[in-house]
T-cell receptor, first 112, second 111 residues
Framework: DAGVTQSPTHLIKTRGQQVTLRCSPI?????VSWYQQVLGQGPQFIFQ???????GRGNFPDRFSARQFPNYSSELNVNALLLGDSALYLC???????????FGDGTRLSIL | GQNIDQPTEMTATEGAIVQINCTYQ??????LFWYQQHAGEAPTFLSY????GLEEKGRFSSFLSRSKGYSYLLLKELQMKDSASYLC????????????FGPGTRLSVLP
């Protein structure tokens, strides 16, 4: 069975641009969560979606938004990129959000 | 607020036993998770505790004391491939901050 898949694997953007990251959960999983991980730190929670509705939001500015589609895949959008947005963006899926989460390999975003 | 503490780095010898501690203060508690993360890779799930006590899974065991806000991950018969970061994460409220990760403990296993 396929695990959590994320695309793209790497991305380079410049300040002020916008980016969209994509995630497909494990088949049967209805919850998707997004995390930002800066080098040397633990992942920071950004959003959780369940059944296409936002279930939780971390301490991130409104430049960060997300959505979940009917097939349970998800997109994370970041507007007006800043240098500090450079990080590994991880997507995790679980059956209902209350179960152990399984992570994708992440998208490494670099802002120049 | 949400706070999870772990030692930053630990070193152990191949074949030995190591215990990685985690203390937490979170609003709400619905479970504690341990993940392993090799450099440049995604975290992989190791263990899950929701009730007090010890959960054993092969060479890995995890302990939880909810009253003390404390957990540990025990790794036995250490192997070189166990060199990685170990992340403690608490599932707090169902809404809001949700899943809170600690900073991770970087374990180096020496021959």
């Amino acid at each position: 069975d396929a695990g959590v898949t994320q695309s793209p694997t790497h991305l380079i953007k410049t300040r002020g641009q916008q980016v969209t990251l994509r995630c497909s959960p494990i088949s049967g999983h209805k919850s998707v969560s997004w995390y930002q991980q800066v080098l040397g730190q633990g992942p920071q929670f950004i959003f959780q979606y369940y059944e296409k509705e936002e279930r939780g939001r971390g301490n991130f500015p409104d430049r960060f938004s997300a959505r979940q589609f009917p097939n349970y895949s998800s997109e994370l959008n970041v507007n007006a990129l800043l240098l500090g947005d450079s990080a590994l963006y991880l997507c995790a899926s679980s059956l209902d959000g209350n179960q152990p989460q399984h992570f994708g390999d992440g998208t490494r975003l670099s802002i120049l | 607020g949400q706070n999870i503490d772990q030692p930053t780095e630990m070193t152990a010898t191949e074949g030995a036993i190591v215990q990685i501690n985690c203390t937490y203060q979170t609003s709400g508690f619905n479970g504690l998770f341990w993940y392993q993360q090799h450099a440049g890779e995604a975290p992989t799930f190791l263990s899950y505790n929701v009730l007090d006590g010890l959960e054993e899974k092969g060479r890995f065991s995890s302990f939880l004391s909810r009253s003390k806000g404390y957990s540990y991950l025990l790794l036995k018969e250490l192997q070189m491939k166990d060199s990685a970061s170990y992340l403690c994460a608490v599932f707090g409220d169902n809404y809001g901050q949700n899943f809170v990760f600690g900073p991770g403990t970087r374990l180096s296993v020496l021959p």
